[in-house]
């Protein structure tokens, strides 16, 4: 098994820049893409960000892109979540989601095809 641990959720302001961090631990080995998910109460859950097991291949939803940055270091099984520019849409309780799925050079974006999810961190934008 693999637990997952997300931190740096809070309550910031339109403008403002956040990091989160999700922290893995247990069968490590087995986890291969990572991804950030983020879900408000009326919606589904959202993929926002996801990268490869090498760190390579990042993607981002296009509500994000150019403002969030994913990275990975694996030495610390470690995902990064590097927000900018925040915006009052962006409040949501954000996830860090493993998946066993994806080689070296990909990510898959549906949330199903993640095995293990963390207990999700609040981020409130005020405008």
């Known amino acids: 098994q693999v637990q997952l641990a997300e931190s740096g959720g809070g309550l910031v302001q339109a403008g403002d820049s956040l990091r989160l961090s999700c922290a893995a631990s247990g069968r490590t080995s087995s986890v291969n893409a990572m991804a950030w998910f983020r879900q408000i109460p009326t919606k589904e859950r959202e993929f926002v960000a996801g990268i490869s097991r090498n760190g390579v291949s990042t993607g981002y939803s296009d509500a994000v892109e150019g403002r969030f940055t994913i990275s990975r270091d694996n030495a610390k099984n470690t995902v990064y979540l590097q927000m900018s520019s925040l915006k009052p849409e962006d409040t949501a309780v954000y996830y860090c989601?493993?998946?066993?799925?994806?080689?070296?050079?990909?990510?898959?974006?549906?949330?199903?095809?993640?095995?293990?999810w963390g207990q999700g961190t609040q981020i409130t934008v005020s405008s």
């Open positions: 989601a493993g998946s066993l799925l994806g080689a070296d050079s990909n990510y898959p974006r549906p949330g199903r095809l993640y095995s293990y």
